[in-house]
């Protein structure tokens, strides 16, 4: 009798132990659930915002000042995304630009000054990884370090861009063009590229789709 009643005594104590625990972590999901649809409403908000704002430049007079603004403007809204992971966001916003204003992702893809303040937008060690990534021709955009692994690419083009470093490994293309890219140290292992079209596209020390090292000198095909 006196060690059922010390038994009894135990499970009342863990129980009482347990339901604060138990509420602690039931706040802390509902927290977390509540925190995200807030963030849900912050992300159309600040999305709709930049597309607004980019229309009204676009039929702004002053051209030279709203390139300015415009890239300011989407540098900031791609840098916030990147922080919060909202890689759906990045691409519907990069296949607006395309169609848009696609100057503004200019710059000299084979520029390795660190230290200079390219006038354009930077796209380079980006996370676009498994993302849908379709109908959209960009060029000269510079995409260092990107990751695009386990990504799908479909109606693709992007001329004289530059992706050294990039990671494209297991992902599946169609109807993809990389005329021109700078590929260079790229990843392409485990990746379907025989609907790529590399035309003249630099595949220099580029680890290919079965494990080879490319070769130097390996232009628009792994040598």
């Given at each position: 009798m006196k060690l059922a009643r010390v038994w009894r005594g135990l499970l009342k104590t863990v129980q009482v132990l347990l339901i604060p625990l138990a509420l602690f972590a039931a706040g802390v999901w509902i927290e977390r659930g509540v925190t995200k649809r807030q963030e849900d409403i912050a992300v159309t908000q600040l999305v709709n915002s930049y597309y607004d704002g980019t229309a009204q430049l676009m039929a702004s007079n002053n051209l030279p000042s709203s390139d300015s603004v415009l890239i300011a403007r989407t540098r900031t809204t791609i840098n916030r995304l990147r922080e919060l992971e909202r890689k759906a966001e990045i691409v519907a916003i990069l296949r607006y630009i395309s169609e848009a204003e696609p100057h503004i992702l200019h710059g000299d893809v084979f520029e390795q000054d660190p230290q200079s303040e390219p006038y354009f937008v930077d796209l380079s060690n980006i996370d676009l990884s498994n993302t849908?990534?379709?109908?959209?021709?960009?060029?000269?955009?510079?995409?260092?370090?990107?990751?695009?692994?386990?990504?799908?690419f479909s109606n693709f083009t992007c001329s004289e861009c530059g992706l050294a470093g990039?990671?494209?490994?297991?992902?599946?293309?169609?109807?993809?063009?990389?005329?021109?890219?700078?590929?260079?140290?790229?990843?392409?292992?485990?990746?379907?590229?025989?609907h790529v079209y590399f035309g003249d596209a630099i595949l220099d020390?580029?680890?290919?789709?079965?494990?080879?090292?490319?070769?130097?000198?390996?232009?628009?095909?792994?040598?």
């Open positions: 849908r990534i379709s109908i959209m021709e960009i060029e000269y955009a510079r995409l260092w370090g990107a990751n695009f692994t386990h990504a799908t990039a990671s494209f490994r297991n992902a599946e293309f169609s109807s993809t063009v990389l005329d021109g890219f700078d590929l260079t140290n790229a990843d392409f292992r485990g990746a379907n590229v025989k020390r580029a680890k290919w789709t079965d494990g080879r090292l490319c070769k130097e000198s390996s232009i628009g095909e792994c040598n």
